[in-house]
């Protein structure tokens, strides 16, 4: 089964710095997709960024990118110029290729999560 | 296109109560999921659904049960509430598309807050 860790339950920056989130993860599967999720005091899951196992270069979303480190399971979240509105729980996740077969059909497997403050 | 719609949004149970959180997505989605996140943590699987008529259990499914006899339609029954199923329940869905494609991103509900009392 895969597991997922997020090593920092807090986190804080001040605004207009940049911060980075950690992750790993321990699989024995080649082919998968590595999330973050955002979560604000709404409860709403918000996807911010993804990246597929294959590829080697990292995702980027405007102020929002990974360092994606395949051998060593490491899935880190740097978000550049912070924003107040950047402040709420951060998820790490990992989901199999479906078209991969096994049987985990799919679900998210998800860390215990980050709470970022953002300091103006 | 109204995604994921989950019913109620909050609700609070006496212990012994039953009830059934209702979820229904409008985009042809073959896989479902319960979820439930109790505070300050993540998400835990409760049950998933790979196609009507098709369910089976997640990492946390004592309490709850699960149907699917619709593809729209994935509701979660609780019976006999108890105050350590007070939590936010999501309910999500997605698509197996083609290999690495943007199908494989589950689409989340708003979430339902239950309070057993």
């Known amino acids: 089964a895969q597991t997922v860790t997020q090593s920092q339950p807090e986190m804080s920056v001040q605004e207009a710095e940049t911060v980075t989130l950690s992750c790993t993860y321990d699989t024995s599967e080649s082919d998968y997709y590595l999330f973050w999720y955002k979560q604000p005091p709404s409860r709403q899951m918000i996807l911010v960024i ?7 270069q ?17 899935f880190s979240l740097k978000i550049s110029d912070s924003q107040l509105g950047d402040a709420a729980m951060y998820f790490c996740a990992y989901r199999s290729d479906l078209n991969a077969g096994g049987t985990s059909y799919g679900k998210l497997t998800f860390g215990q999560g980050t709470i970022l403050t953002v300091h103006p | 296109n109204a995604g994921v719609t989950q019913t109620p949004k909050f609700r609070i149970l006496k212990i012994g109560q039953s009830m059934t959180l209702q979820c229904a997505q409008d985009m ?27 369910t089976d259990k997640g990492e946390v499914p004592n309490g709850y049960n699960v149907s699917r006899s619709t593809t729209e339609d994935f ?43």
């Not at chain 1, 980027?60 to 994606?68: L, Q």
Request: glycine content about 8%.
């Open chain 1, 58 to 74: 990292n995702a980027t979303e405007n102020r929002f990118s990974v360092n994606f480190q395949k051998a060593a399971k490491s």
């Open chain 2, 28 to 54: 042809n989605h073959n896989y479902m999921y319960w979820y439930r996140q109790d505070p300050g943590m993540g998400l835990k699987l409760i049950y998933y659904s790979v196609g009507a008529g098709i």
């Open chain 2, 75 to 117: 509701p979660l029954r609780l019976e006999l509430a108890a105050p350590s199923q007070t939590s936010v329940y999501f309910c999500a869905s997605s698509y197996k598309g083609r290999p690495f494609s943007g199908a494989n991103v589950l689409t989340f509900g708003a979430g339902s807050r239950l309070t057993v009392l």
């Open chain 1, 50 to 56: 993804r990246q597929e196992a294959y590829k080697q």
